[in-house]
């Protein structure tokens, strides 16, 4: 989607090695959340940023930790892979709650831990 | 935690015909939007409605909002083929964090 990237698009990984995602965003927007979607369970917010340095837990945040050092960079890690975070996960960016057009997501990338 | 919940949760019809999907949430809101995902692909935002609002209309989307029932709905109407998809209503809460909680949604196959 325009104006918002994420790498790598797929990835495969071991149980135990560390993994971090990276969305990127052109908006100069200044929310910018990870979540996660599962068959059954929908899209899950992992952690959400509302400027640099400052970011927060979503609902499913254990095995994950974030990191925004600029405001058009925020970094997923998971620090030590599991067979359970094998998923897809997106990217999402906001001017703010009054952002009368939502969310713009990313394109996804999809995790698999072996 | 506060979820939409998405009602059905598969949907089949013709093409020219309605789709009515339906959202329950469970806290107070300021806001619950409606997302579209094709297929192996990111959701697009398709219509936001506010609180003070009871009803949107965006082309051939109708949004309903009832927050004494805490629920909404999205009509599809003269659907086509290329509105198959899955349709998820996210729902923020009054806690000034600007987050949305999606719902599991609904698959929507629209026959041609």
């Known amino acids: 989607d325009a104006g918002i990237t994420q790498s790598p698009r797929h990835k495969v990984t071991e149980t135990g090695t560390p993994v971090t995602l990276r969305c990127h965003q052109t908006e100069n927007h200044r929310y910018m959340y990870w979540y996660r979607q599962d068959p059954g369970h929908g899209l899950r917010l992992i952690h959400y940023?509302?400027?640099?340095?400052?970011?927060d837990k979503g609902e499913v945040s254990d095995g994950y930790s974030v990191s925004r050092s600029k405001t058009e960079d925020f970094l997923l890690t998971l620090e030590s892979a599991t067979s359970s975070q094998t998923s897809v996960y997106f990217c999402?960016?906001?001017?703010?709650?009054?952002?009368?057009?939502?969310?713009?997501f990313g394109s996804g990338t999809r995790l698999t831990v072996v | 935690s506060q979820q939409g919940e998405e009602d059905p949760q598969a949907l089949s019809i013709q093409e020219g015909e309605n789709a009515t999907m339906n959202c329950s949430y469970k806290?107070?809101?300021?806001?619950l939007q409606w997302y579209r995902q094709n297929s192996g692909r990111g959701l697009v935002h398709l219509i936001l409605i506010r609180s003070n609002e009871r009803e949107k209309h965006s082309g051939r989307l109708r949004v309903t909002l009832d927050t004494s029932k805490k629920s909404s709905s999205l009509l599809i109407t003269a659907s086509r083929a290329a509105d198959t998809a899955s349709y998820f209503c996210a729902t923020d809460d009054t806690s000034g964090t600007y987050k949305y909680i999606f719902g599991t949604g609904t698959r929507l196959k629209v026959l041609a």
């Open positions: 806290t107070s809101i300021n806001n």
């Open positions: 940023s509302y400027g640099v340095k400052d970011t």
């Open positions: 999402a960016i906001s001017g703010g709650t009054g952002d009368y057009y939502g969310y713009t």
